[in-house]
């Protein structure tokens, strides 16, 4: 098969799998909004969104640092890089759990609705991520993308058929709907298993001592600080509604299944970092910066064509879906699903941005960027208002910072690289 083939099957199988964790998230709100009182489903949804930030918030900067280190050298030994990885990655799922056991007394009452099960629920989740986006990091910097995919198609998958039955069974509860989502990262760590490490494997062209690890640890907590900050941008604001109207679950409710559905458009660009960073850390390692600046303006062309005309259907169409599907008696105005929509797009824009930043390894700008965004939209959340109007305001103003962060980050190295190698001539 062709380069250009094998690339575009490797897209569609992306695509497919994705569509199938989409459709598993979209579904288990679906149904609890269908099977759970009011204040159940608000939990359920923070719930999901807590995930979101504790999975792939957590662990996507593992995934992209393993990822850079396996590409930047082909046909290495794996063992050394992916062992620092793995060390690595156990710190964070440690931290993780003391966190959530710390903040437990607030956080079980005030979002999580009382359920304690839904604690050991997000603590099980997140070590099983780990290993989940660890071994992604393996397959994407090998570009064996339809394995990749393979495992997004075991999530969604999993994910979807344990929801179903927990609702078909009689079963529907709050932690059964946490279990199912956790059930997705576990099976999908299974599968990818032994693509990571086939039975009969290919002896490794040359052999070599992998990314030191203190170069990849510091790579991992920069950028893991700056994919936690994005997820929470990307996820908070419902969480924080929530916690705002404890006497208002219903409107409280409707937000978060608005927020999730006016973020759909995210699900068709979240492997794009997965696909870009091998590329792009070849472009750097050669100083193709020309290839880096063409591959990078044909995707926000991309996020342009897909975000834009995803915020005029949230808008349009929104409501009617929450009403129908997820049965919302009363959602938000299409304007509230429009701005919202809005923010999806600047930050998709600043997820196409992070990659470059992190092939050129300026981690440094994709975290300091992310970290702005998180302050002020932190600040504005607090602000005398509404809840949900704070939240619209914090997530427009602090996904505005984001992108605007990374764009000038990215200009600012290329410039400063261009001279370096005009001088060098």
């Known amino acids: 098969m062709s380069e250009t083939g094998s690339r575009l099957t490797s897209g569609v199988a992306m695509a497919v799998?994705?569509?199938?964790?989409?459709?598993?998230?979209?579904?288990?709100?679906?149904?609890?909004?269908?099977?759970?009182?009011?204040?159940?489903?608000?939990?359920?949804?923070?719930?999901?969104?807590?995930?979101?930030?504790?999975g792939p918030g957590l662990y996507v900067a593992l995934e992209q640092e393993t990822s850079r280190a396996?590409?930047?050298?082909?046909?290495?030994?794996?063992?050394?890089?992916?062992?620092?990885?793995?060390?690595?990655?156990?710190?964070?799922?440690?931290?993780?759990s003391v966190v959530l056991a710390a903040t437990s007394p607030v956080l079980v009452p005030r979002v999580l609705?009382?359920?304690?099960?839904?604690?050991?629920?997000?603590?099980?989740?997140?070590?099983?991520?780990?290993?989940?986006?660890?071994?992604?990091?393996?397959?994407?910097g090998?570009?064996?993308?339809?394995?990749?995919?393979?495992?997004?198609?075991?999530?969604?998958?999993?994910?979807?058929?344990?929801?179903?039955?927990?609702?078909?069974?009689?079963?529907?509860?709050?932690?059964?709907?946490?279990?199912?989502?956790?059930?997705g990262y576990a099976l999908a760590l299974v599968v990818a298993l032994p693509w990571v490490w086939p039975r009969r494997s290919p002896r490794p062209a040359r052999s070599g001592g992998g990314e030191p690890?203190?170069?990849?640890?510091?790579?991992?907590?920069?950028?893991?600080?700056?994919?936690?900050?994005?997820?929470?941008?990307?996820?908070?604001?419902?969480?924080?509604?929530?916690?705002?109207?404890?006497?208002?679950?219903?409107?409280a409710a409707a937000f978060a299944q608005a927020f999730v559905l006016a973020r759909a458009p995210m699900l068709v660009f979240a492997p794009v970092q997965a696909m870009l960073l091998p590329g792009l850390t070849t472009a750097?390692?050669?100083?193709?910066?020309?290839?880096?600046?063409?591959?990078?303006?044909?995707?926000?062309?991309?996020?342009?064509?897909v975000g834009v005309p995803g915020a005029i259907a949230a808008a349009v169409f929104g409501p009617w879906v929450l009403r129908t599907f997820f049965g919302v008696g009363e959602p938000p105005s299409p304007a509230v699903l429009g701005l919202l929509g809005g923010g999806t797009v600047l930050l998709m824009a600043a997820q196409t941005l992070q990659p470059a930043l992190v092939a050129l390894r300026r981690h440094r700008t994709v975290t300091t960027a992310w970290t702005l965004g998180t302050v002020l939209l932190a600040g504005l959340l607090a602000l005398p208002v509404h809840a949900v109007a704070a939240a619209l305001i914090a997530q427009l103003a602090g996904s505005v910072v984001v992108a605007s962060g990374c764009l000038l980050g990215l200009r600012s190295e290329l410039r400063r690289r261009a001279l370096v190698d005009a001088r060098e001539c």
């Open 284 to 305: 750097a390692e050669r100083g193709a910066l020309d290839l880096m600046r063409t591959r990078v303006r044909q995707i926000l062309l991309a996020v342009t064509a």
């Open 142 to 183: 090998r570009r064996r993308f339809s394995a990749y995919a393979g495992t997004l198609g075991a999530e969604g998958g999993g994910r979807l058929a344990v929801v179903l039955a927990v609702a078909g069974l009689g079963a529907a509860s709050a932690t059964g709907y946490g279990l199912a989502f956790m059930a």
């Open 113 to 140: 609705g009382g359920h304690w099960g839904l604690l050991g629920v997000l603590v099980l989740s997140t070590a099983a991520a780990a290993g989940l986006f660890l071994l992604r990091g393996v397959l994407g």
């Open 70 to 96: 396996v590409a930047a050298r082909p046909g290495a030994e794996l063992v050394p890089t992916v062992r620092t990885a793995a060390l690595v990655g156990a710190a964070l799922v440690a931290t993780a």
């Open 17 to 54: 799998g994705l569509g199938l964790v989409g459709l598993a998230g979209y579904v288990l709100l679906a149904v609890a909004g269908n099977t759970l009182p009011p204040a159940d489903v608000a939990t359920v949804a923070s719930v999901y969104l807590l995930l979101n930030i504790l």
């Open 213 to 251: 690890a203190r170069t990849l640890a510091r790579g991992v907590t920069l950028l893991g600080v700056a994919t936690l900050l994005s997820f929470a941008v990307a996820n908070i604001a419902p969480v924080v509604v929530t916690g705002r109207l404890p006497g208002e679950p219903a409107v």
